[in-house]
């Protein structure tokens, strides 16, 4: 995985990399949340757009709100997340812990 510092050097694509490379195996996280964390609340789409430009983050981690997977992605993704121990019904995370 890449780490913070080989990311374009935004404030905002550092503090995203940051939270992306701190997940580990079996962990979920909105877009909305990765954004949150990040310390840029209303910058959820942001993350999205940050993950389709940057390989080498767990973006198979990162699902909407309502849990569903990433759109034309759904079948990766799903197997990826099964291959953590992650719950996937069709394209939804399921038995989600929302803390």
């Not at 890449?2 to 404030?11: A, F, H, I, L, V």
């Not at 079996?26 to 949150?36: K, Q, R």
Request: net charge positive; glycine share 10%; charged share 25%.
């Amino acid at each position: 995985m890449e780490t913070p510092e080989k990311c374009k050097s935004t404030e905002f694509n550092k503090a995203v990399a940051a939270v992306l490379t701190s997940l580990r195996s079996g962990d979920i996280m909105t877009y909305g949340e990765v954004a949150l964390e990040a310390g840029f609340p209303q910058a959820a789409r942001a993350v999205g757009q940050f993950l389709s430009r940057n390989e080498g983050f767990p973006w198979w981690r990162i699902v909407n709100a309502q849990g569903r997977l990433a759109p034309g992605h759904e079948r990766k993704q799903a197997k990826l997340l099964r291959s953590e121990g992650v719950a996937v019904t069709g394209a939804h995370i399921t038995k989600w812990a929302r803390s």
